[in-house]
């Protein structure tokens, strides 16, 4: 009779650790969400920057590229694939959608997706720049 306190506050206690106890993350894995966070801001920017030259492009052939960027960031956030372990905690205005989970992979593997998927909207961002310049 005299364990049932005993025993009911170590399984308390182990409860409580087991939910507030976050997994450690590997250094990689977190400079991976760092860039993924970062590629979804630049992706939200140029999302804006293009309806802002949609509605004052002239040109049909100007319309035209900034139709086919706009496709290309689309085919980006269609492969846009979370970081495995962190909360998904950006926001999107342009309606519902799930990014795709990550696949089996190293932490290092990861980190080197993130940075192919930061390099490929930091290139769309330099042809959108482009386009402004003209």
């Known amino acids: ?13 182990l409860t409580a650790a087991a939910c507030t106890g976050e997994e450690k993350k590997s250094p990689q894995l977190i400079e991976a969400n760092r860039l993924h966070l970062e590629a979804i801001k630049i992706s939200k920017e140029l999302e804006s920057k293009l309806e802002s030259l949609s509605s004052g492009a002239g040109s049909d052939a ?23 372990g962190f ?11 799930e990014h795709k989970s990550a696949p089996p992979m190293t932490d290092e593997s990861m980190l080197d ?10 290139e769309l961002k330099e042809a959108i720049a482009n386009i402004d310049s003209l």
């Open 113 to 122: 997706y993130q940075r192919q998927s930061r390099a490929a909207i930091d």
């Open 87 to 97: 909360a998904h905690a950006h926001d999107h205005g342009h309606g519902a959608h």
């Open 62 to 84: 100007r319309k035209s590229q900034i139709d086919s960027l706009k496709n290309l960031i689309e085919m980006w956030e269609e492969n846009v694939v979370e970081v495995p």
């Open 1 to 13: 009779m005299n364990l049932i306190r005993p025993i009911f506050l170590l399984a308390i206690s």
